[in-house]
Antibody
Protein backbone atom coordinates (compact mmCIF):
# COMPACT_ATOMS: atom_id res chain seq x y z
CA UNK A 1 0.00 0.00 0.00
CA UNK A 2 1.36 3.38 -1.02
CA UNK A 3 1.75 5.80 1.87
CA UNK A 4 3.02 9.36 1.95
CA UNK A 5 3.41 10.99 5.36
CA UNK A 6 4.38 14.64 5.62
CA UNK A 7 5.93 16.27 8.67
CA UNK A 8 7.72 19.45 9.66
CA UNK A 9 4.94 21.99 9.43
CA UNK A 10 4.28 24.57 12.11
CA UNK A 11 4.24 28.24 13.00
CA UNK A 12 7.14 30.36 11.76
CA UNK A 13 7.76 34.09 11.67
CA UNK A 14 8.01 36.01 8.39
CA UNK A 15 11.52 35.69 7.02
CA UNK A 16 12.04 32.41 8.82
CA UNK A 17 12.80 28.92 7.52
CA UNK A 18 11.22 25.50 7.75
CA UNK A 19 11.99 22.08 6.27
CA UNK A 20 9.20 19.73 5.34
CA UNK A 21 9.67 15.98 4.97
CA UNK A 22 7.58 13.35 3.22
CA UNK A 23 8.23 9.71 4.09
CA UNK A 24 7.20 7.37 1.30
CA UNK A 25 6.49 3.66 1.35
CA UNK A 26 4.79 0.98 -0.71
CA UNK A 27 6.42 1.76 -4.07
CA UNK A 28 9.84 2.04 -5.69
CA UNK A 29 10.49 5.61 -4.58
CA UNK A 30 13.44 6.30 -6.86
CA UNK A 31 11.39 5.46 -9.98
CA UNK A 32 8.92 8.30 -9.57
CA UNK A 33 9.01 12.04 -9.77
CA UNK A 34 7.56 13.70 -6.70
CA UNK A 35 5.96 17.08 -6.16
CA UNK A 36 4.85 19.47 -3.45
CA UNK A 37 1.43 21.07 -3.84
CA UNK A 38 0.00 23.60 -1.40
CA UNK A 39 -3.41 24.93 -0.53
CA UNK A 40 -3.91 28.19 1.33
CA UNK A 41 -6.83 28.23 3.78
CA UNK A 42 -10.09 28.26 1.84
CA UNK A 43 -8.28 28.51 -1.50
CA UNK A 44 -7.45 26.27 -4.43
CA UNK A 45 -4.50 24.03 -5.20
CA UNK A 46 -1.12 25.48 -6.18
CA UNK A 47 1.76 23.35 -7.47
CA UNK A 48 4.97 24.37 -5.73
CA UNK A 49 7.84 22.19 -6.91
CA UNK A 50 8.77 18.88 -8.52
CA UNK A 51 11.82 16.64 -8.60
CA UNK A 52 12.72 13.77 -10.90
CA UNK A 53 13.20 10.26 -9.56
CA UNK A 54 16.96 10.53 -9.57
CA UNK A 55 16.87 14.00 -8.07
CA UNK A 56 18.82 15.38 -10.98
CA UNK A 57 16.08 17.68 -12.24
CA UNK A 58 14.07 20.13 -10.19
CA UNK A 59 11.29 22.57 -11.06
CA UNK A 60 9.70 25.45 -9.15
CA UNK A 61 6.70 27.71 -9.37
CA UNK A 62 7.64 31.34 -9.91
CA UNK A 63 6.12 32.19 -6.51
CA UNK A 64 8.76 30.16 -4.64
CA UNK A 65 11.74 30.12 -6.99
CA UNK A 66 14.89 31.23 -5.22
CA UNK A 67 13.36 30.71 -1.77
CA UNK A 68 12.38 27.02 -1.70
CA UNK A 69 14.55 23.99 -2.47
CA UNK A 70 13.21 20.53 -3.21
CA UNK A 71 15.40 17.46 -2.66
CA UNK A 72 15.11 13.76 -2.05
CA UNK A 73 17.06 10.97 -0.37
CA UNK A 74 16.27 7.79 -2.27
CA UNK A 75 18.14 5.69 0.31
CA UNK A 76 15.66 6.90 2.93
CA UNK A 77 12.60 7.07 0.65
CA UNK A 78 12.09 10.65 1.75
CA UNK A 79 11.22 13.87 -0.05
CA UNK A 80 12.10 17.28 1.36
CA UNK A 81 11.15 20.91 0.89
CA UNK A 82 13.46 23.52 2.39
CA UNK A 83 11.56 26.78 2.70
CA UNK A 84 13.48 30.00 3.35
CA UNK A 85 12.48 33.67 3.49
CA UNK A 86 8.94 32.65 4.32
CA UNK A 87 6.11 35.11 3.74
CA UNK A 88 2.55 35.33 5.04
CA UNK A 89 1.31 34.22 1.61
CA UNK A 90 3.19 30.92 2.03
CA UNK A 91 0.69 29.94 4.74
CA UNK A 92 -0.96 26.75 3.49
CA UNK A 93 -1.36 23.03 3.85
CA UNK A 94 1.54 21.44 2.00
CA UNK A 95 0.95 18.08 0.32
CA UNK A 96 3.54 15.79 -1.16
CA UNK A 97 2.29 13.91 -4.20
CA UNK A 98 3.52 10.94 -6.19
CA UNK A 99 3.55 11.04 -9.96
CA UNK A 100 1.38 8.50 -11.75
CA UNK A 101 3.87 7.93 -14.54
CA UNK A 102 6.94 5.84 -13.78
CA UNK A 103 10.22 7.44 -14.83
CA UNK A 104 8.60 10.76 -15.73
CA UNK A 105 11.28 13.43 -15.92
CA UNK A 106 9.18 15.96 -14.06
CA UNK A 107 5.92 16.24 -12.20
CA UNK A 108 2.89 15.37 -14.30
CA UNK A 109 -0.24 14.16 -12.53
CA UNK A 110 -0.60 12.62 -9.12
CA UNK A 111 -2.13 9.33 -8.08
CA UNK A 112 -1.20 9.44 -4.40
CA UNK A 113 -1.13 12.33 -1.97
CA UNK A 114 -0.13 12.66 1.66
CA UNK A 115 -2.47 13.97 4.34
CA UNK A 116 -0.77 17.37 4.29
CA UNK A 117 1.14 19.43 6.84
CA UNK A 118 0.11 22.97 7.81
CA UNK A 119 2.62 25.79 7.56
CA UNK A 120 1.60 29.07 9.17
CA UNK A 121 3.73 32.16 8.61
CA UNK A 122 2.82 34.83 11.12
CA UNK A 123 4.38 37.10 13.69
CA UNK B 1 2.74 29.98 -17.01
CA UNK B 2 -0.31 28.35 -18.57
CA UNK B 3 -3.48 29.64 -16.97
CA UNK B 4 -6.35 27.22 -16.34
CA UNK B 5 -9.83 28.68 -16.01
CA UNK B 6 -12.71 26.60 -14.67
CA UNK B 7 -16.39 27.37 -14.94
CA UNK B 8 -18.59 27.67 -13.12
CA UNK B 9 -16.81 28.33 -9.82
CA UNK B 10 -19.71 26.73 -7.98
CA UNK B 11 -23.22 25.46 -8.55
CA UNK B 12 -25.99 23.49 -6.91
CA UNK B 13 -27.29 20.20 -8.21
CA UNK B 14 -29.44 17.30 -7.12
CA UNK B 15 -28.66 13.63 -6.78
CA UNK B 16 -29.24 11.97 -10.13
CA UNK B 17 -28.41 15.07 -12.18
CA UNK B 18 -25.99 15.05 -15.08
CA UNK B 19 -23.40 17.74 -14.46
CA UNK B 20 -20.64 19.21 -16.59
CA UNK B 21 -17.65 21.28 -15.51
CA UNK B 22 -15.55 23.18 -18.02
CA UNK B 23 -11.82 23.90 -17.98
CA UNK B 24 -10.08 26.17 -20.47
CA UNK B 25 -6.32 26.50 -20.95
CA UNK B 26 -4.71 29.79 -21.95
CA UNK B 27 -2.80 27.94 -24.67
CA UNK B 28 -3.00 24.54 -26.29
CA UNK B 29 -2.06 21.67 -24.00
CA UNK B 30 -2.93 18.71 -26.25
CA UNK B 31 -4.48 16.13 -23.90
CA UNK B 32 -2.17 16.76 -20.95
CA UNK B 33 -4.98 17.38 -18.52
CA UNK B 34 -6.02 15.77 -15.25
CA UNK B 35 -9.11 16.13 -13.07
CA UNK B 36 -9.18 15.78 -9.28
CA UNK B 37 -11.91 15.62 -6.67
CA UNK B 38 -11.36 17.10 -3.23
CA UNK B 39 -13.56 16.85 -0.18
CA UNK B 40 -13.19 19.15 2.85
CA UNK B 41 -10.15 18.37 4.98
CA UNK B 42 -8.96 15.67 2.58
CA UNK B 43 -6.25 15.39 -0.03
CA UNK B 44 -7.27 15.56 -3.69
CA UNK B 45 -8.11 12.34 -5.51
CA UNK B 46 -7.16 11.73 -9.13
CA UNK B 47 -10.22 11.01 -11.29
CA UNK B 48 -9.08 11.37 -14.89
CA UNK B 49 -5.80 11.89 -16.72
CA UNK B 50 -4.81 12.35 -20.33
CA UNK B 51 -8.09 14.28 -20.61
CA UNK B 52 -10.27 11.19 -20.85
CA UNK B 53 -8.58 8.20 -19.17
CA UNK B 54 -10.37 7.07 -16.03
CA UNK B 55 -8.06 6.42 -13.11
CA UNK B 56 -8.27 2.90 -11.68
CA UNK B 57 -11.09 2.52 -9.17
CA UNK B 58 -12.99 5.64 -10.23
CA UNK B 59 -16.67 5.03 -11.02
CA UNK B 60 -17.64 5.04 -14.68
CA UNK B 61 -20.16 7.84 -14.13
CA UNK B 62 -17.16 10.17 -14.35
CA UNK B 63 -15.89 11.00 -17.82
CA UNK B 64 -13.62 13.55 -19.39
CA UNK B 65 -13.28 14.96 -22.86
CA UNK B 66 -11.51 17.63 -24.84
CA UNK B 67 -8.12 18.49 -26.26
CA UNK B 68 -6.20 21.62 -27.10
CA UNK B 69 -7.67 24.36 -24.93
CA UNK B 70 -11.18 23.21 -23.98
CA UNK B 71 -12.02 20.34 -21.67
CA UNK B 72 -15.00 19.00 -19.76
CA UNK B 73 -15.60 16.75 -16.80
CA UNK B 74 -19.01 15.09 -16.78
CA UNK B 75 -20.71 13.21 -13.99
CA UNK B 76 -23.52 11.26 -15.62
CA UNK B 77 -25.65 10.64 -12.54
CA UNK B 78 -24.64 12.63 -9.48
CA UNK B 79 -24.38 10.62 -6.28
CA UNK B 80 -24.31 11.93 -2.71
CA UNK B 81 -20.61 11.19 -2.41
CA UNK B 82 -19.84 13.37 -5.45
CA UNK B 83 -20.57 16.65 -3.70
CA UNK B 84 -17.08 18.08 -3.56
CA UNK B 85 -14.73 20.51 -5.26
CA UNK B 86 -13.22 19.57 -8.60
CA UNK B 87 -9.95 20.83 -10.06
CA UNK B 88 -8.39 20.54 -13.48
CA UNK B 89 -4.60 20.53 -13.86
CA UNK B 90 -2.38 20.80 -16.91
CA UNK B 91 0.90 18.98 -17.29
CA UNK B 92 1.81 20.09 -20.78
CA UNK B 93 4.35 22.46 -19.24
CA UNK B 94 6.90 21.53 -16.58
CA UNK B 95 5.37 24.41 -14.64
CA UNK B 96 2.20 22.68 -13.56
CA UNK B 97 -0.94 24.70 -12.97
CA UNK B 98 -4.38 24.01 -11.54
CA UNK B 99 -7.70 25.57 -12.29
CA UNK B 100 -9.41 27.59 -9.58
CA UNK B 101 -11.82 24.80 -8.70
CA UNK B 102 -15.55 24.12 -9.08
CA UNK B 103 -17.57 23.42 -5.96
CA UNK B 104 -20.58 21.16 -6.48
CA UNK B 105 -23.13 21.71 -3.74
CA UNK B 106 -26.39 20.02 -2.84
CA UNK B 107 -29.52 21.79 -4.12
Amino acid sequence: EVQLVESGGGLVQPGGSLRLSCAASGFTFSSYAMSWVRQAPGKGLEWVSAISGSGGSTYYADSVKGRFTISRDNSKNTLYLQMNSLRAEDTAVYYCAKDLDVLAAAGTHFDYWGQGTLVTVSS
Amino acid sequence: AIRMTQSPSSFSASTGDRVTITCRASQGISSYLAWYQQKPGKAPKLLIYAASTLQSGVPSRFSGSGSGTDFTLTISCLQSEDFATYYCQQYYSYLLTFGGGTKVEIK
